[in-house]
């Protein structure tokens, strides 16, 4: 069936563009904080099918030096992070690491396209290599052939696709929501202390100020143990199914929570200290943001995924004491000045390492069991509920992944196939 298929340079199927960001330095902080959104490689390698999410923004003299591209636009990275793909769901500005492109309707269907360089990324990255990084370019990007059918076999391949990739983005959407709930109800019992029973509690004053009467200040070390990562070395990496899944600093969000697809793999040498079971909580003490997004930000190990993982130097685990209940830990971590306050304590001039010690000797306002295990209770349905949802999620791509290649190569003729 492919070899009815037209072969195409990209520029020929609608404009091809690289964003712009002239102004050096590119992080002078008179070009940033107002109302246009700013995407960043990083961004773009963490969404799935669309990028609407952003941590920086252009004024007017960012934007006067930069260019802001419509709704629709294809995302390509082409430094750093290469060859990944993402559609803008707002209008956004986005510097020269990534490449723009405007999809011709009546030729093609942008999210065609955006499969058909998933579907080459391997290809692309072999090509992108520099004397100092990898790097893709607007001549590397035309080198390739885009081999496309028909518009209306484009957009059916494309649909059967961007089906899953909406279910994904839908799950997504129910995780933002329960993380914003579990967030929602840590601050309404911890911070506002409108936790039950609130009515008649008495409070008290401490060094961090007043709390109620039967809460008390202790050091993370009061209420935790910690256990450092394994040293490892990269011949000890081994491929999927050839080890045991190894968590490492990719495995931390930016800010917080655990990543899927940062896992690697291990089959060297490793103590029981080491060793991470589900719904363990783990935390960064190394970061190479200087911006301090990863180190001592935790994750909770989701509880139904793999059974066991060994962890890496770049990582430390704090397991409760007999009495803490595990979940109110993790959201105390989380959601409590903890972060924020002791990532100030990791240094190195390019890549930022934490002494432990900052993290055990940190203080926090404790509450008591009663309110604690309470809490638990309620946040441990919705943890749980992610966790679901985040399987789902890895079905989807799996299932996505396998047809992905087949319909793109042409295997799978879909003209007679009618795809809601």
Known sequence: MADKWTKYKLSELGFLGRGKSKHRPRNDISLFGGSYPFIQTGEIKAANLYISNYEQTYNEKGLAQSKLWNEGTLCITIAANIAETAILKIKACFPD????????????NVYFIKYYIDFIKNKMQSVSGGACQDNLSLDKIAYFDIEAPKKKIQDKIAKIL????DLIENNNMRIKILEEMAQKIYKEWFVDFKFPGHETATFKDSELGKIPSNWEIKEVSDISKLYKGKSYKSSELCNKGEGLPFLNL?????????KRDGLKYFNGKYNNNHIVYPEDIIM??????????LVARPARI???WYKKYVMSMDLVKLIPSDNMERSYLYSLLKYSNFSDEVKNHANGANVLHLNPKNIEQFELVVADKNTRDKFGEIVNQIYSEIDV????NENLKQTRDILLPRLIAGEIDVEKMEVL
């Open 250 to 258: 990719k495995c931390i969000e930016r800010n917080g929570g655990f």
């Open 97 to 108: 690491s990534i490449v723009g492109f405007v999809a011709d309707n009546k030729l093609c």
């Open 389 to 392: 949802l985040y399987l789902k």
């Open 302 to 304: 989701p509880h139904n």
């Open 284 to 293: 960064a003490v190394t970061d190479m943001t200087q911006e301090r997004r």
């Open 162 to 165: 961007s089906n899953y990739d």
